[in-house]
């Protein structure tokens, strides 16, 4: 399990593809975007867009766990992203503290190589309204969660990948 | 002199933590927080119960040089975090430049360990608002200062440390 | 050619000095910003006195190729920063992927050592407006493109330079 963490557009989404499909194909993308207005849709086309023949997509807005589950014996797949699926789970005023245990669970027994990947949304100012600053809170303690978990991090930075934890086993 | 630099919730506290525990206590920490209001009396109530016996609590939400220079020879201190400090002190229109350099001061005087908390928050978009601009200044140029007197300086993302100086004496 | 990646206040421009001086000089300073108001005013004179003698200072807050471009054979030159000249672009309303295709070939034949300056500004909370977010998008980009021409990546925080790419050729 490998976490790939980086700030928008830092080129994390193509890193996490190019480090799945060291392992050999098909591939699963688990897609936790919703699309809301034409600006997400236009980004969720660009993600499709980039990604070759050999890839099988799921979208997982919101049962990100039961998505995880239910992959095939030794299926190398890609979360794209964990911040999108918590922004879910917030407006849909699931309980997140739940929702985060299964995901990690269902992360921890994936039946494949499993990469994911999330913002880093906390080195800026913090943000004027609450619901941003709650948002910034629980998005840093999956992150955390989720890195204690894995077996490699990576922190993507103008495209180039910055490793914070490898474990050899 | 460690300093631990992160963004919101990156568990810069609880890395300082540990950090300063591998001295033998008792410890002393010393909170910069001032309770406004009900978030931040619920923030400063989670980092007290986190924290076990063996150690003590400073409150120094202004005069943190006089904290850190009070401080009994050998004890290991913690000081979370510098951030809210440089608040309460541009708050109080106190003169920056005097306090910065006097804290400096003692924390180069420091008589036993010492592990300084303080976060990262430039590396957001440009905030909208002055103050939130000059504050986004003064913390760079106060982790700057720090960071070039300190023996060693860690950023944590996700949990994980990530070295940036490391000196050997 | 080095690309010097940070936040605001990291010292990246002093961090991008030192290293173009390690070049015989004279040096080139290419000047992007443009002083719209007395904030603006106040931070480009306090970079310029920061320079010592052996300086040599163009303003390029548009053709920043055209600049590159015409330094003499083998100056060694200091590009700060790319993210204001990427607001010119954007306000100007030029075409952006015409000109930073034209500033990624000029810097690749520049006929001397070159530093380029740029801001890491994806690592905040989405930012409320769409003007915002399309900024951080391009500068992200940006920032991708040219770290993958650049012999060399760094990233200061708090005054301390992290290597994300070192060529050796």
């Keep these: 399990m490998t976490l790939v963490l980086g700030g928008a557009r830092s080129g994390k989404s193509a890193h996490a593809e190019a480090l799945i499909e060291r392992s050999p194909g098909p591939w699963t993308y688990i897609a936790t975007a919703q699309a809301f207005d034409d600006e997400m849709r236009e980004r969720i086309a660009l993600h499709r867009a980039r990604r070759p023949a050999g890839w099988e997509t799921i979208d997982a807005p919101n049962d990100l766990a039961g998505a995880v589950a239910a992959l095939p014996p030794g299926r190398p797949a890609l979360v794209d992203?964990?911040?999108?699926?918590?922004?879910?789970?917030?407006?849909?005023?699931?309980?997140?503290?739940?929702?985060?245990?299964?995901?990690?669970?269902?992360?921890?027994?994936?039946?494949?190589?499993?990469?994911?990947?999330?913002n880093e949304v906390g080195l800026g100012i913090v943000p004027d309204n609450a619901l941003a600053r709650r948002f910034r809170d629980e998005a840093g303690r999956l992150n955390q969660r989720l890195a204690a978990r894995a077996d490699r991090v990576v922190m993507i930075v103008a495209g180039l990948p910055l490793t914070l934890k490898e474990e050899t086993r």
């Design 81 to 118: 992203c964990l911040t999108l699926w918590l922004t879910n789970v917030m407006l849909a005023e699931s309980d997140l503290s739940a929702e985060a245990a299964a995901l990690e669970a269902a992360c921890a027994a994936a039946p494949g190589p499993l990469v994911l990947v999330s």
